[in-house]
Nanobody, 121 residues
Framework: QVQLVESGGGLVQPGGSLRLSCAAS????????MGWYRQAPAKEREFVAS???????NYANSVKGRFTISRDNAKRTMYLEMNSLKPEDTAVYYC???????????????WGQGTQVTVSS
């Protein structure tokens, strides 16, 4: 019943910006660390950014200074603000979260279905 859903992907021009959202739903007791990953063609899924429940953040060097990760715990939603986008940022972006559901008190890693971000002129 726990689900993560990404939204906000699409086509954007180089240098543009985009904000991705990841909303958690279901019978959730708590959400710990959350993060964003991406996978481009012919590449493995790579880490983009993460944020702890307390708001501490980490970024991949490739996006540092351009992307900002944040979360709204009341809304159970995580965001990725993407600025100064480059063609090499083109990928499917996935959110993940460590979640403890009400029905099963074992912390587990959940993944969203992914949202396509295409940076092209």
């Amino acid at each position: 019943q726990v689900q993560l859903v990404e939204s906000g992907g699409g086509l954007v021009q180089p240098g543009g910006s985009l904000r991705l959202s990841c909303a958690a739903s279901g019978s959730i007791f708590s959400i710990n660390d959350m993060g964003w990953y991406r996978q481009a063609p012919a590449k493995e899924r790579e880490f983009v950014a993460s944020i702890t429940g307390g708001g501490d953040t980490n970024y991949a060097n490739s996006v540092k200074g351009r992307f900002t990760i944040s979360r709204d715990n009341a809304k159970r939603t995580m965001y990725l603000e993407m600025n100064s986008l480059k063609p090499e940022d083109t990928a499917v972006y996935y959110c993940n979260a460590n979640i403890r559901p009400y029905s099963h008190y074992t912390l587990a890693l959940y993944w969203g279905q992914g949202t396509q971000v295409t940076v092209s002129s």
